[in-house]
């Protein structure tokens, strides 16, 4: 049930703000504890309608919406009815919590909170709310602080997390049978176990139990399918009905290496039917380096191996929840000019296979963009050339298609005995001086033989081992006997031994110091203790030395505490045990005879090496060797005590998110990324990071990490985001809608010569002369010209590439960056059009040349989808008329819409403009 009441506005000097109802209400309800009174304080807004609404709710020029700013929750009968004949107040809240509704509120003003007096609460309100905190979107517990003011405690004492859906989350659509019947005819390989059959299916589009001890306890390795099936083009302004033709994929799976695909060619059925409201899926086929589609099995299928030889000690945990908790970022781009398509993502946790021995599941996700739109103006307007890049933009997201994706998981048993022990014995051989390949192919050799052999084979066996030990002593013996001649040379020889203070050195060095092994990856932090002892009889104040300040002392006894508590580590903690001085190598530490305590050592790199690629991906180079950090404890008499050696295996990070940003080139680059909602001393204020990226000539493309930590000792982030920042050549181009401008642009050739093809990403409403390839000589410049004809106005950003087809390389980006103004009108007109089925309606009007020669002329429509022309190109004697015959289709529901008629001569100036408002009723 649900009442509408209106209130009235009441406010004096002395009393606080109050809402008051006018005349009386009773509710008659029953006596049960189970049922509230839901209170919720709503705004009326209205805008109004801009021209580019497709079909508005109503004819009128403005709309009205509604908006959530309070709620209160009241419970009568979960108490004993002891409120009858008294005043109950009831505080009305706000702010970034759950709601009975779901919808958006407002936040909690502090300061309004502070100066008004505390409300007396009526009975079941508190119970009331905390029934409506508990249901959670997502496992994120957001508890507040203990010294939290009271002001901030009335948002709750608890937050969940609401459920926020970012531009490229994973948005799962439904296709028809027909559409998957037509996707399964084409023949894609299954996904089978490790026995032939065929894995178990899994519905996304359900929930998924989580048992993470079963994950760990599974001894099976992992390994994980993507299978590209299909792609299913979605019709958009400026492009025609067959783009895109090619495609690839790029996305990072876990800590493996980024992929960039194979181009993949979208297949249509010649026979099939397509049906402008249900487009049919697009197999995927790859194409050959010569360009022909291969043939054989359809769509695209990558592999990835996670197994205890991939995976470091302790790491299974952290990957499979990786799998649970994570969606993998995929990017689709247009093969052919190189241009962004758009992305996606899809969740990893349907690839948990809970003990079983194979899982799949059939994905239909979203592909979105962004299009940033300014305000138009209009052609007369006075402001006209004083419009400014900082002018408000509008965000829209765009959906370019839909990629189906099959994910899947089979278990692997792992490596037999005969593998294990092989594995073991090459390393121990690759320890050795000399003869290593040769004595680990006879070792292996005669172990295969010896593995291979049946069970109740047990003289062969001894034989097998006697060899083994015979070309053992032998090998030994040729062994030992080079070295004593390579060492009776190296005494021969004194320019190349050391000299013997040096190796006494080296060898007192080597035995006070301590090796420690470490996998680290890109901004988490690695916590060890390293324990000191006072070897001598006195007192002794140790400085420590890093030669490197990614590895530290933690010196803050917080900080001490906090590391310990994560890495639980039952070892003693001392307050205050450090004392720094300035100028001194590091702080210091006092130590009494013969004593030992532990030095909290603290590894945490925010550094990586990656190049910076001029195409679409960017590789990131993985070390193969280690890097050596050494810690210090000198005595007072500047003499080490101790070395403590850090021996640090750099390992791929996992990225959560990945931001393509386009700017123009030798531009400082400012922008700003939201976080979701998390602890704040401001609730309900909105927390933004921002970036300033230096600018690089075009086509540079910058890439690097953001790190976002939620613990104030940045332990480990919480989410690590890779931003591209594609830096293009801006050109900036005023036009008007329905109109052609010329815009010309100039193409620098580089070293060699190139095969150069333009290309851009609105080919209905850009047009690049030269049109097909061209000879890009070296060193040369070439003229190019754009042709623009926008049919929507405001400011908007598009883009052209010049790409070498030969090498399917980017030369050159350029950034269009077109403010498009609305067109003066002649004439306007009202057209009322039946909804629902029919042959639509048609209408005519008439036009005068207003020339004395005759003259062609072609009509154009900004919604070519609702409006047809008769004839679109016409000729007329001076001064006659003509009638122009319109044809308008039916729409499934009611509204109403403008559109614009453009009356064009042969160059495609703007001769006349018609303003035709259809209603559909």
Not at 459 to 469: G, P, S, T
Not at 504 to 509: E, G, K, T
Not at 595 to 620: G, N
Request: charged share 20%; hydrophobic share 40%.
């Amino acid at each position: 049930m649900c009442v509408s009441l209106c209130f009235f506005f009441s406010s004096t000097s002395s009393l606080p703000q109050i809402l008051g109802l006018r005349s009386s209400l009773e509710l008659r309800l029953t006596n049960h504890q189970a049922l509230a009174i839901i209170f919720q304080l709503e705004y009326v807004f209205s805008t109004p309608i801009g021209r580019e609404t497709m079909l508005s709710a109503t004819s009128t020029s403005r709309a009205a919406f509604l908006h959530s700013l309070r709620w209160g929750i009241w419970c009568p009968f979960q108490e004993p009815a002891e409120w009858k004949g008294e005043e109950i107040q009831l505080v009305l809240q706000g702010g970034a919590k759950p709601n009975p509704h779901g919808a958006m509120v407002y936040s909690t003003e502090v300061s309004a909170k502070a100066q008004s007096p505390a409300p007396i609460s009526a009975p079941g309100t508190a119970q009331a709310c905390s029934a409506v905190s508990n249901f959670a979107h997502l496992e994120m517990d957001l508890q507040q602080r203990g010294g939290d003011s009271a002001s901030l405690h009335d948002e709750g004492d608890q937050l969940q997390e609401l459920p926020f859906t970012p531009v490229h989350a994973p948005s799962v659509v439904f296709s028809s049978r027909s559409s998957l019947a037509h996707l399964f005819s084409a023949g894609f390989p299954d996904i089978v176990d490790s026995s032939g059959q065929v894995a178990d299916v899994l519905d996304p589009t359900e929930p998924l139990p989580f048992d993470p001890n079963r994950e760990e306890n599974d001894l099976q390795g992992n390994l994980l399918v993507f299978q590209f099936l299909a792609f299913t083009r979605i019709a958009a302004p400026g492009v025609g009905p067959d783009w895109p033709e090619n495609i690839y994929f790029t996305f990072q799976f876990y800590r493996f290496p980024p992929v960039t695909s194979q181009r993949l060619k979208l297949l249509t059925g010649d026979k099939v039917q397509h049906k402008a409201s249900n487009p049919l899926p697009c197999v995927l086929a790859s194409i050959n380096k010569d360009g022909t589609v291969n043939t054989g099995s359809p769509g695209l299928q990558l592999q990835f191996r996670v197994d205890d030889s991939f995976l470091k000690p302790g790491e299974k945990r952290w990957f499979l929840r990786y799998l649970a908790l994570h969606a993998m970022h995929i990017d689709i781009w247009d093969s052919d000019s190189l241009l962004l398509i758009g992305s996606t993502a899809i969740e990893l946790k349907y690839m948990l296979r809970q003990c079983k021995s194979a899982v799949q599941a059939l994905h239909e996700v979203e592909v979105l963009t962004t299009d940033y739109v300014g305000e138009d103006t209009l052609l007369t307007n006075p402001d006209l050339g004083r419009h400014s890049a900082s002018s408000p933009m509008t965000v829209h997201t765009i959906v370019r298609g839909r990629l189906h994706i099959r994910t899947g998981n089979i278990g692997k048993y792992r490596k037999t005995q005969l593998q294990l022990y092989c594995s073991i014995v090459t390393f121990l051989l690759w320890h050795n001086n000399t003869n290593v390949v040769k004595k680990a192919t006879i070792l292996l050799s005669i172990l295969n033989k010896l593995f291979l052999n049946k069970p109740d084979d047990s003289d062969r066996k001894l034989k097998c081992m006697a060899a083994v030990r015979e070309r053992e002593a032998s090998e030994d013996a040729k062994t030992a006997k080079v070295a004593a001649q390579s060492k009776k040379a190296q005494l021969a020889n004194p320019s190349e031994a050391k000299s013997k203070a040096e190796s006494i050195a080296n060898m007192l060095s080597q035995a006070i110091t301590t090796q420690h092994l470490l996998y680290a990856s890109l901004g988490s932090a690695e916590y060890m203790e390293f324990v000191l002892k006072n070897p001598f009889n006195v007192p002794q104040t140790v400085t420590i030395h890093s030669d490197d300040p990614e590895l530290s002392v933690i010196t803050n006894t917080e900080e001490w505490r906090y590391f310990k508590a994560l890495t639980r580590t039952p070892t003693p903690l001392e307050e205050n045990m450090f004392h720094s001085e300035q100028g001194a190598p590091g702080p210091r530490v006092y130590l009494r005879p013969k004593e030992s305590l532990h030095v909290p050592l603290k590894y945490q790199s925010f550094l990586c090496d990656h190049t910076m690629a001029l195409q679409v991906w960017c590789r990131i180079k993985v070390h193969s060797h280690s890097m050596f950090y050494k810690v210090t404890f000198k005595a007072e008499d500047g003499k080490p005590m101790a070395i403590c050696q850090v021996n640090v295996e750099p390992t791929p990070h996992v990225v959560d998110q990945t931001f393509r940003l386009y700017h123009p080139e030798l531009c400082f680059l400012k922008k700003a990324i939201r976080l979701p909602v998390w602890h704040d001393p401001a609730p309900g204020e909105p927390q933004d990071v921002y970036l300033k990226v230096p600018g690089s000539p075009s086509p540079h493309i910058k890439m690097f990490f953001v790190m976002v930590f939620t613990d104030k000792w940045m332990a480990a982030p919480s989410q690590i985001w890779q931003i591209y920042v594609h830096f293009l050549e801006r050109v900036d181009v005023s036009c008007v809608t329905g109109q052609r401008s010329c815009q010309s642009l100039v193409l620098r050739g580089t070293q060699a010569i190139r095969k150069v093809k333009c290309f851009s990403s609105h080919p209905g409403e850009i047009e690049v002369d030269p049109a097909g390839v061209f000879v890009l000589p070296p060193a040369a410049v070439q003229e190019l010209q754009l042709k623009v004809q926008p049919w929507q106005a405001g400011s908007r950003f598009l883009y052209v590439n010049a790409v070498d087809v030969e090498q399917q390389r980017l030369v050159t980006a350029w950034l269009l960056c077109l403010n498009v103004h609305r067109p003066v009108l002649s004439k306007a007109f009202e057209v009322c059009v039946p909804v629902g089925g029919g042959r639509g309606s048609s209408r005519k009007i008439t036009y005068t040349n207003p020339y004395t020669s005759s003259r062609t002329f072609l009509l154009r429509s900004d919604h070519p989808d609702l409006l047809q022309f008769k004839e679109d190109k016409f000729q007329i004697g001076g001064g006659e008329s003509y009638t122009i015959g319109l044809r308008f289709a039916t729409s499934q529901s009611p509204g109403s819409v403008d559109i614009l008629v453009y009356v064009n001569n042969l160059e495609e100036k703007t001769e006349e403009t018609f303003c035709v408002k259809v209603n559909y009723s």
